[in-house]
């Protein structure tokens, strides 16, 4: 059974740039969600994905969107960056009513 | 909405010595709870739940918590611990069990030798 994989570990965009990042979830789970984790803060939730059809979503902006492919796996993709973007991005996975597994996160640095 | 509080930003405590990490949550509706260790530089890993049932919950890596209603409490405790559980603990909520977490700001544990 393989684990929560993200995709790239570290990446450096420039403010006002876009960026893709990647998450596959664990086998057999059909459910991902995206959390935000800022310097020395706990992760914040972005949104989930059910079955490709998006399944709640917190306290951001519309330039933060996703995608769930068939296959379950995930997409974040943030517009029109800005330096409070930075931070480490978390990708974790379930399947509905069960308890989510966290990869190990992508580290977006804005500058 | 749901809030938690994590009222200890950091815990130093000697090899083998007890620690409690304490958790506070707001809450108008019931809630599942949980805590999630982060290692260095790693991802969340499940700790522990609590959905129903027995107010003490056991976890992995001799880690336990209880919860009470009435003070609206998720305490961790472990009554031994390790240089390998230096890392920062979140307790987390949510109203919907697979569904939006709510995370406290973290405690860092620091095993001394």
């Known amino acids: 059974e393989t684990g929560v994989t993200q995709s790239p570990t570290h990446l450096i965009k420039t403010r006002g740039q876009q960026v893709t990042l990647r998450c596959s979830s664990q086998s057999g789970h059909n459910t991902v969600s995206w959390y935000q984790q800022a310097l020395g803060q706990g992760p914040q939730f972005i949104f989930q994905y059910y079955r490709e059809e998006e399944n709640g979503r917190g306290n951001f902006p519309p330039r933060f969107s996703g995608l769930q492919f068939p296959n379950y796996s995930s997409e974040l993709n943030v517009n029109a960056l800005e330096l409070d973007d930075s931070a480490l991005y978390l990708c974790?996975?379930?399947?509905?009513?069960?308890?989510?597994?966290f990869g190990p996160g992508t580290r977006l640095t804005v500058t | 909405a749901q809030s938690v509080t994590q009222l200890d930003s950091q815990v130093p405590v000697f090899e083998e010595a007890p620690v409690e990490l304490r958790c506070n949550y707001s809450?108008?509706?019931?809630?599942?709870l949980f805590w999630y260790v982060q290692y260095p530089n790693q991802g969340l890993q499940l700790l522990l739940k609590?959905?129903?049932?027995?107010?003490l919950v056991k976890g992995i890596n001799g880690f336990e918590a209880e919860f009470n209603k009435s003070q609206t409490s998720f305490h961790l405790r472990k009554p031994s611990v390790h240089i390998s559980d230096t890392a920062e603990y979140f307790c987390?909520?949510?109203?919907?069990?697979?569904?939006?977490?709510?995370f406290g700001a973290g405690t860092i544990l620091r095993v001394k030798s």
């Open positions: 609590y959905l129903s049932g027995s107010t």
């Open positions: 974790a996975s379930s399947t509905q009513g069960a308890a989510e597994y």
């Open positions: 987390a909520v949510s109203v919907t069990y697979g569904n939006k977490l709510v």
């Open positions: 809450s108008s509706v019931s809630v599942y």
